[in-house]
């Protein structure tokens, strides 16, 4: 029999709050844990789902945890199968007294089950189900609620290098109704999100790995209610990857993921809007210019309340290394940015940069505001273990400093600190305007430059090496200060 053992922890919940509210939030242990997807729960508060892995092993634990409005915990469950690995990787609040947590489960040297709870809002379990699959490894489990009120799962397979996807529509009380592998020939498909086409019975879904005559890095795959593969377009613009779907209208709607300069290799955040026929309407990017890496978040890089306030974040300055992507000696930021439904963009801030923060996803709330969740991992104080940081902000990306830890706001960061030849300034157009200043150590302004766009160079070949004290004036207001090193 499968060892497994369901720990459990309640305390009663708090109701909603009226205002809004904004906090920051660690969980720190010896383990090394990672946020999977969130939710604002119909009560006010928000669920979070992670994976847990203790030291020296590698199986994953499931572990949920319950936040109230301030970031105070009101609940957590975990899920420990001593002989293999569970882990949720989508919530979905079917009503007042049901929440549906999606993912899989499995063990070493054999398949994977899709594995769905049907849990109430204090986390205890009210019925579980599992769906064998034909393969043991697993990329991303995508879902949604359709018009019908069924869960349409797409959940990206992988058996060496055989990649399938494997598709099935439950009902909320988890019965399957309908499942079919979309086989397909060349390629390493995956999914990487589903979007129910409107009033047609068919899906969209963003991807990579299948055949297209244009040969895109990304595709845009229609598939009707059985299933079947009618369609596949080419994603414009070299978008793919960390590649998040959101209806606008009937007939338009939202992607956003990673955008790639094949000539520069420039890797940067993009937004798009596209018409019913996958045609670009629009699109804009953001983060840093030139060989920085910046990269949307990993399980969900958008989402909006309000099509006045569409979020739209990742990771800037990701290390992308084999060996360093995820126990990173690199100093890297959040990235949030706010568009209205044209794309025009609001805001842009960064949050970190005092160790390797990699965002996960985003999700927006009813106040209007945006949950960001990820890790932070510093590479001089942790033992190869990460830490899941959570942080909530307001419609303007502030946060009050409420909770652990205290995580700086910049609206402006200057790299590359160390640098040599050139000084890059990245900001957001909420300080349009604002005065920039680098100094000599007795206070002399060397540089002066306004900030009227996000994206500042200034050339410091000729400065010799030395530390440059420097500041970012907007309003009168010293906003932004720091040292900076010539080497």
């Known amino acids: 029999m499968k060892t497994k053992i369901i720990l459990i922890c309640i305390v009663l919940l708090s109701s909603p ?74 919530l979905h609040q079917v009503n007042d007294s049901l929440i549906l947590a999606i993912g899989t489960y499995g063990y070493t040297g054999k398949n994977l089950d899709i594995w769905i709870i049907g849990m109430d809002p204090l986390l205890s379990t009210k019925w579980e189900k599992k769906f064998k699959t034909n393969y043991p490894f697993y990329f991303f489990n995508r879902s949604i609620i359709n018009s019908d009120n069924n869960i349409v799962i797409a959940s990206t397979l992988a058996n060496g290098s055989t990649y399938n996807c494997l598709f ?100 940067d955040i993009a937004i798009m809007r596209l018409d019913e026929n996958n045609d670009k309407l629009a699109i804009t990017f953001f983060g840093k210019p030139g ?34 992507n995820i126990y990173s000696s690199s100093k890297s930021w959040f990235i949030l940015s706010s568009y209205d439904s044209l794309l025009n963009l609001h805001w842009t801030r960064f949050y970190g940069g005092d160790a390797y923060y990699t965002l996960e996803g985003v999700q927006a709330t009813s106040d209007n505001g945006c949950i960001m969740y990820g890790n932070r991992y510093d590479y001089l104080t942790q033992e190869m273990e990460k830490d899941i940081l959570i942080i909530k902000v307001d419609e303007q990306g502030l946060y009050t400093g409420i909770g652990e830890p205290q995580v700086k706001i910049n609206d402006a960061i200057l790299y590359p600190n160390p640098g040599r030849e050139q000084l890059n300034i990245q900001s957001g157009p ?11 150590m007795q206070g002399r302004p060397l540089l002066n430059q306004t900030l009227n766009s996000t994206q500042l160079k200034l050339n410091t070949a000729t400065l010799p090496s030395g530390i440059y004290p420097w500041q970012i004036v907007f309003k009168n207001n010293v906003i932004e200060s720091g040292k900076w090193i010539k080497e």
């Open 430 to 440: 909420q300080i349009n305007g604002a005065a920039f200043t680098l100094y000599d």
């Open 168 to 267: 099935f529509e439950i009902t909320e009380n988890g019965d399957s109704l309908y499942s079919k592998y979309l086989n397909q020939p060349v390629g390493h498909p995956v999914v990487f999100d589903i979007l129910e086409i409107k009033n047609e019975k068919k899906y969209r879904l963003a991807s990579t790995g299948f055949t297209s005559t244009t040969n895109s890095m990304g595709q845009i795959l229609t598939i009707d209610s059985l299933f079947n593969l009618i369609q596949i377009d080419a994603i414009p613009a070299n978008m793919y990857n960390c590649t998040t779907l959101t209806n606008d209208t009937d007939t338009t709607y939202f992607l956003s993921g990673n955008y790639d300069d094949l000539n520069s290799n420039e890797r």
């Open 17 to 90: 709050a009226l205002a809004q509210t904004t906090f920051s939030k660690c969980i720190k242990n010896t383990n090394n844990e990672f946020p999977t997807t969130a939710i604002e729960m119909n009560n006010g508060n928000y669920l979070i789902s992670y994976g847990s892995i203790p030291p020296n092993q590698e199986n994953f634990n499931q572990k949920f945890i319950v936040l109230d409005t301030n970031g105070l915990e009101i609940t957590t469950a975990k899920i420990i199968d001593l002989e293999g690995s569970c882990l949720i990787s989508n």
């Open 291 to 324: 060989n920085i890496i910046d990269f949307g978040g990993y399980e969900q890089s958008m989402d909006y309340n309000t099509k006045s306030d569409i979020y739209v974040g990742g990771t800037s300055n990701q290390d992308i290394s084999p060996i360093n």
